[in-house]
């Protein structure tokens, strides 16, 4: 199947802890996204990634680094986990990196961080 | 900065009721706004791109439109598998990212 998969698909581990999300895309696309979906469903973008390079960086905790490997990879992990770490984290990907065409989603991976 | 505001955050409807969602936005020139469908579970799905004030788009029983200041989504006759969130997103002339709202969650009652 053509998609964006992630894996896990829930990641359930004890604050302090680090660990990984990757998401893998099958589209041929050279822009890749990593969302975060709090309780309140807000969806705010953390990092884009146009042909391996970082071109978005949110206001996030450097706790979280990306990393790209190749165009169809991204990778995001996690150091030091916290309670406020607890969320629904969304892999996407686009064909270039203007925003005009539409942006392909994950599952998503749900992090419990107790 | 780029807000999206949606409402109502809640909506629940009879089979059939046609109805309206609103998206709110402020931006430093409007580059697209975005509507997506998202399912319990899983990633939200595009479903249209606006580009211009007075730009209407559909697909089956969803219509949107765009104003300098607001989108609707308008559902027609809608039916219980249109249950969903509905999320507005824009991008702004200067940014590479979009900015989200918080959604409308729709309910379609047989």
């Known amino acids: 199947d053509t998609a964006v998969s992630q894996t896990p698909k829930y990641l359930v581990t004890q604050m302090g802890n680090d660990k990984s999300i990757k998401c893998e895309q099958n589209l041929g696309h050279d822009t890749m996204y990593w969302y975060k979906q709090d309780s309140k469903k807000f969806l705010k973008i953390m990092f884009s990634y146009n042909n391996k390079e970082l071109i978005i960086n949110e206001t996030v905790p450097n706790r979280f680094s990306p990393k790209s490997p190749d165009k169809a990879h991204l990778n995001l992990h996690i150091n030091s986990l916290e309670l406020g770490d607890s969320a629904v984290y969304f892999c996407?990907?686009?064909?270039?990196?203007?925003?005009?065409?539409?942006?392909?989603f994950g599952p998503g991976t749900r992090l419990t961080v107790l | 900065e780029d807000q999206v505001t949606q409402s109502p955050e809640a909506l629940r409807l009879q089979e059939g009721e046609s109805s309206s969602l609103n998206c709110s936005y402020t931006?430093?020139?409007?580059?697209?706004l975005f509507w997506y469908r998202q399912d319990p579970g899983k990633g939200p799905e595009f479903l249209f791109t606006l580009y211009s004030a007075g730009e209407e788009k559909e697909k089956e029983r969803l219509k949107a439109t765009l104003t300098k200041k607001e989108s609707f989504l308008h559902i027609t006759a809608p039916k219980p598998e249109d249950s969903a969130t509905y999320l507005c997103?824009?991008?702004?002339?200067?940014?590479?990212?979009?900015?989200f709202g918080q959604g409308t969650r729709l309910t379609i009652n047989p």
């Open positions: 997103a824009v991008s702004d002339q200067g940014a590479q990212k979009l900015v």
């Open positions: 931006v430093s020139g409007l580059r697209g």
């Open positions: 996407a990907s686009s064909q270039g990196a203007g925003l005009l065409n539409e942006q392909f």
